[in-house]
Nanobody, 116 residues
Framework: QLQLVESGGGLVQPGGSLRLSCAAT????????IGWFRQAPGKEREVVSC????????DYADSVKGRFTISRDNAKNTVYLQMNSLKPEDTAVYYC?????????WGQGTLVTVSS
């Protein structure tokens, strides 16, 4: 059973950078496309970025294009989200997600706070 664990969140000043990691256990990540989502206080969860199984296909929400980069290292069973030029509106709990034919998988989330 696939399990996802996010890490790398924290407090950062506007304009700063963070790299989030989504580590998989219980199954190889090779077979799973992965998405990063976020949920800000009082708002609905939204998709931020996603990546295909081989890493050749990526997509981004308009709000993060040019600032965030998703990547994966299947040998390490890990997906990354490099976040640059962070803005206060990027403050949220960030989750990684995947799914198979039967269910979705979510991590517990990692909090990113962008504030001076």
């Amino acid at each position: 059973q696939l399990q996802l664990v996010e890490s790398g969140g924290g407090l950062v000043q506007p304009g700063g950078s963070l790299r989030l990691s989504c580590a998989a256990t219980g199954s190889t990540l090779d077979y799973y496309a992965i998405g990063w989502f976020r949920q800000a206080p009082g708002k609905e969860r939204e998709v931020v970025s996603c990546i295909t199984t081989n890493g050749h296909g990526t997509d981004y929400a308009d709000s993060v294009k040019g600032r965030f980069t998703i990547s994966r290292d299947n040998a390490k069973n890990t997906v990354y989200l490099q976040m640059n030029s962070l803005k206060p509106e990027d403050t949220a709990v960030y989750y990684c997600n995947s799914k198979n034919l039967y269910r979705e998988f979510w991590g517990q989330g990692t909090l990113v706070t962008v504030s001076s």
